[in-house]
């Protein structure tokens, strides 16, 4: 197979299971009891009202038309209105998910470059002092939840020491130095959770290929220590690790939701969560199909990439 | 020993080994010597070779050389000077300049040791590069040289390729060129042909004389067959368990050798009999017990990529067919095709005149059970987490229809019979050597009580001395119990001792078949006789003539 049709199956591939995951979504709100209109009207439902709204909403449409004309609303960025307040739901969905972007975007450019210098530190010397500080405080951090990661950071941070704002809420006043403030813990938190997977595998994808021939041989013909490193062993261990990185990347999205509701960040998380309380179902159909979308567009991406530095892939015989 | 005037500096060696020791830590911390007490030197243009079995420490000695130990390993006593320097006592940095420039290695396997994320030239190039001993051009200009010098196929561009774009034994010589490069004083060569074709080796040895030649560069080569070091090395040191069981010219080592050792070693090196016995021809009235008929089949969804062509091979009971051929050449999937391990396009596979099915799940247990398969890797064919008993009861119980108890018993009988203690029942696999693997690996197939086994370079992965046990055994075997063999294998001259019959396969075709004698007595095919000439005889001129013989054949073969 040559690289361009490897990668084509591979993104037929994740589109195959974006539809897949899509019936999901719209199948788990259908098997809820009581359909949209019982929720619009609560308890004041009658027949007669309840037939109304469903003729309205198209309610009575067989499934899989009604699942056609939501998918295709959802790709066309017509995502509905809220059951709760009735407001558009896409225009929310851009402020909150630009908010959300933010934190996991500085979550990424301090924990992925951290993890892999980290992971790297300690696959120099196995056994040595840096590697059994790195290796037992990610042990430490995978053990807790993160939660109480968040906790216990705001209760330094925050309470004892009064350096940082415990709460994230946005004002539209906010300068850059305000940002910069109530992001720092929430950061930080998503930071402790993904930074230890990340550590672990880099040290191990690495010490893999540390002890392979290849490895020896360039020992042997005087490759000096950084080198070795860098250009010998890295690129050789990267498919691994850049597949653990997509993976942490993607369970930042459910860290997310734990952490925006922790520090009351308005993002997507905190948006599904406030929406689950509330019954809002095409909230919630919207936020998990943007999360499950993400999750699989980043595995792809992983893959995809994992393949390419692959010079047995890129380079046919 | 060479011995060396200290006070004339004309005189001194270029690498002077003195008392080294290496140990390893075992589990329980207690140290173990695998070198023992090793000295020698190492003249300025001199090819010494390090010969010896698996375990004998040779590679461990060479890597000394370079002060480098493998993981687990450290050296306890003892010096390596080259020059004036005592390599053993340099600091890293300065070692890593030793190694880029003074001594510098090929490894066993180029495949593995390339790296495979950088290009050929990149790695070639990489030392002198980056010390500034060269600029990128010069180093890449002096790349193309090499590479010309070994005879590699389009020199100016094959370095632009990644490792595995290029064939195994154009790696080998692109590793020699990466060695070469800096202009080494001494250059260690570790089994540098052992992983390829037999045809490709005497090439490759040829392109790495002539460059130790040219360059009157001082090598160290390193092997475990006798009659390879005789072509290219000086002097030879013969080791056994980490010591130095003789030490003495070329010439001397295998024309007169003194120690019991290097007798063994002699008597079990590969080379050809002096006679091809003929078979007795008792066998050809007799039905055969298994026909391959006008087989062809292939790799894919459609059997599309063919691997076997128009095949057709007898086999009678009691006898032994040697399949031989190089890697690619389709002996292994003849081998898989008839025990069903994969199906034909065309043809099919008979037992004692009855066609069978194509797939394993398709055969009666009873045909299953008379075709065995005993494949190369010993180690990785037996799970390592279950004792020997669990191994050879499962078949007997599976084809056989005995009980636990009875298969117990009869597990003990059969690790006696294939010469192994029989308390061995209760180990695992990894507590086993080698060769005893591969004798459990035998009796595993035998365990089954079959009338063919298929046996697939059963004897490749092993030392000489052990190989020509498990050979021994198979004969034995065969004399008490009237087993067929189908000896897959590309060493012809093991092939030629054992076998009744002989096929020859090249390219999916078997391009030659027939009793031992009449296959391998000229005139024969061109590629019979390729295979032929690449073996190694004892004696030192053996390899010009053998090249210049190739590629005669090799353009004949072309032609046809």
Redesign the interface.
Known sequence: MSLTEILWKRMVLGIGTLIFVSVLVFLGTEILPGDVAHAILGQGATPELLEQIRERLGLNEPLHVRYWVWLTNFITGDFGTSLANGADIGTEITRRASNTIILALCTAIIAVPLAIALGLAAAVKPGGLVDRAITSTSLALISFPDFLVAVVLVTIFAIKLRWLPAIASIRPSYDLVDWIRILILPVMGLTFTILAHMVRMTRSAVLNVL????I??????????R?LLL??AL??A?GPIINVVALNLAYLISGVVVIETLFNFPGLGRYMVEAVTNRDVPIVQTCAMIFCSFYVLLNMTADILSII????VR??? | MRDTSQNDPADEPLLKVRGLDVSVRDKKGREFKIVDGISFDVQPGEVIALIGESGSGKTTIS?GC?G?T??GCHITAGSVHLGGTNVLEQS??RL??????EI??V?Q?AA???????TIDAQVT??PV??GAMSREEALAKAARLYSDLELPDPENIGK??P??VSGGQLQRLMAA??MISDPRLLILDEPTTALDVTTQIEVLHSFKKLIRDNNTAAIYVTHDLSLVAQVADHILVLKDGQMVEYGPTEQIISDPQHDYTKALMAAAHLMPEEIHAPPAATADEAPLLQVRNVTAGYGPAQEIIALRDIDLTIHAGETVGVIGESGSGKTTLGRLISGLMGAKQGGVFLDGQQLKHSVNQRSRDELRQIQFAFQMADVALNPRQRLNKILSRPMMFYRGLSQREATKEVARLLERVGLPADFAWRFPPELSGGQRQRVNLARALAAQPRLIICDEITSALDTIVAQQILDLLEDLQDELGLSYMFITHDIATVSKISERIAVMRHGRIVAQGPVDQVLQPPCHEYTQLLLNSVPEMRTDWLDEAVVERRKLVAALDNA
């Open positions: 002890t392979s021939p290849a020896e041989m360039a020992i042997l013909k005087g490759v000096p220590r080198r250009r010998h690129p050789n990267l530095a692959n010079p047995r380079y046919k015989k | 890597l370079m480098y493998r993981p890293l940095p890593q300049e030793l190694r880029g420039k510098t290695y490894a396997s593995a040791s390339f790296n495979g994320a950088m990489e030392i980056i010390t390729r990644y595995h774009q990466m060695a």
